[in-house]
């Protein structure tokens, strides 16, 4: 069969997207493995498909790089929402999406007929730690010890629909994360493996982050990773609720409020890289 697709990316976090509105997709976590190779397949962090919903105006589904499939993805619903709006699927400026995390409400930047930026309703940050889950001798992990590979670590735990481990430092830049990463996503009290985030605070509004997300190794970017970071930073007391945050990633920057009711709003950009159609057998 041939499939057609779109290749978008929000802050550098690019995933390969397939209108389900139109086709069928079977098997997406083994194809999210064969597509996502970037020297075999079109390259990617995974991919993601664009369904419809009797709940809301559209569905999202996505998968990994490794073929497991994520609850939430930040950067993701940003551009399924440009799609939906560009393309003239759902035109509205505010758009309803289910996750299998929830629905999340989107309100969009248009410009020129066009999505520029879009504002995400990520809910309540989670921090109970048998709901994010991470096994653990306390109800909420606030800067607690972690060991791994030898070395202890301080450890915030977070869930915006995926499990977060905040970790802060003052040197990203000698980070090996392609081998403390690993370790982290598969160490044992966190049995839904986790999504790690290296943070160093450069002022009380301004965070720099590097991400190992699970089943995908080292992205530019992590929309949940940097809502996790800022919600991980107001409890560490580096930064304040109800103030915009940024945080400075790979592939470029996210705001983020964790306000004082508890929800988390993301603001950042999407953007279409190509459209392309491509056999599968």
Same mark, same amino acid.
């Given at each position: 069969? @041939?499939?057609?697709?779109?290749?978008?990316?929000? $802050?550098?976090?690019?995933?390969?997207?397939?209108?389900?509105?139109?086709?069928?997709?079977?098997?997406?976590?083994?194809?999210?493995?064969?597509?996502?190779?970037r020297?075999? !397949?079109?390259?990617?962090?995974?991919?993601?498909?664009? #369904?419809?919903?009797?709940?809301?105006?559209?569905?999202?589904? &996505?998968?990994? /790089?490794? !073929?497991?499939?994520?609850?939430? #993805?930040?950067?993701?619903?940003?551009?399924?929402?440009k799609?939906?709006?560009?393309r003239?699927?759902?035109?509205?400026?505010?758009?309803?999406? %289910?996750?299998?995390?929830?629905?999340?409400?989107?309100?969009?930047?248009?410009?020129?007929?066009?999505?520029?930026?879009?504002?995400?309703?990520?809910?309540?940050?989670?921090?109970?730690?048998?709901?994010?889950?991470?096994?653990?001798?306390?109800?909420?992990?606030?800067?607690?010890?972690?060991?791994?590979?030898?070395?202890?670590?301080? &450890?915030?735990?977070?869930?915006?629909?995926?499990?977060?481990?905040?970790?802060?430092?003052?040197?990203?830049?000698?980070?090996?994360?392609?081998?403390?990463?690993?370790?982290?996503?598969?160490?044992?009290?966190?049995?839904? @493996?986790?999504?790690?985030?290296f943070?160093?605070?450069?002022?009380?509004?301004?965070?720099?982050?590097?991400?190992?997300?699970? !089943?995908?190794?080292?992205?530019?970017?992590? +929309?949940?990773?940097?809502?996790?970071?800022?919600?991980?930073?107001?409890?560490?007391?580096? #930064?304040?609720?109800d103030?915009?945050? %940024?945080?400075?990633?790979? !592939? /470029?920057?996210?705001?983020?409020?964790? @306000?004082?009711?508890?929800?988390?709003?993301? $603001? +950042? /950009?999407?953007?279409?890289v190509?459209? +392309?159609?491509?056999?599968?057998?």
């Amino acid at each position: 069969m @041939r499939a057609k697709f779109t290749k978008m990316q929000g $802050t550098g976090n690019d995933y390969i997207y397939f209108n389900c509105f139109d086709q069928t997709i079977s098997h997406p976590e083994d194809l999210s493995m064969i597509l996502s190779d970037r020297h075999f !397949g079109i390259g990617g962090d995974g991919i993601v498909l664009i #369904c419809p919903s009797e709940v809301a105006d559209a569905k999202m589904r &996505m998968f990994n /790089g490794d !073929g497991s499939e994520g609850k939430m #993805c930040g950067n993701a619903i940003r551009c399924v929402g440009k799609y939906l709006y560009d393309r003239g699927i759902v035109k509205k400026e505010r758009l309803d999406i %289910e996750t299998l995390s929830g629905i999340k409400h989107l309100d969009m930047k248009v410009e020129g007929g066009a999505v520029k930026s879009v504002t995400v309703d990520m809910g309540k940050a989670e921090l109970q730690a048998s709901k994010i889950p991470v096994i653990y001798d306390a109800e909420q992990v606030i800067n607690q010890p972690i060991e791994v590979a030898g070395q202890t670590y301080r &450890m915030t735990c977070v869930s915006m629909g995926n499990p977060h481990c905040v970790v802060f430092m003052n040197d990203l830049d000698h980070l090996k994360l392609e081998e403390i990463g690993p370790d982290f996503e598969r160490h044992p009290v966190f049995p839904d @493996r986790v999504n790690t985030e290296f943070v160093q605070v450069l002022g009380p509004r301004t965070l720099r982050m590097r991400v190992w997300e699970r !089943g995908s190794g080292e992205t530019w970017a992590c +929309g949940t990773g940097a809502c996790a970071t800022a919600v991980a930073a107001v409890l560490n007391g580096y #930064c304040k609720q109800d103030e915009e945050i %940024e945080i400075i990633l790979k !592939g /470029g920057t996210l705001k983020i409020n964790y @306000r004082a009711d508890g929800t988390v709003m993301m $603001t +950042g /950009g999407a953007e279409i890289v190509f459209d +392309g159609e491509i056999e599968i057998f």
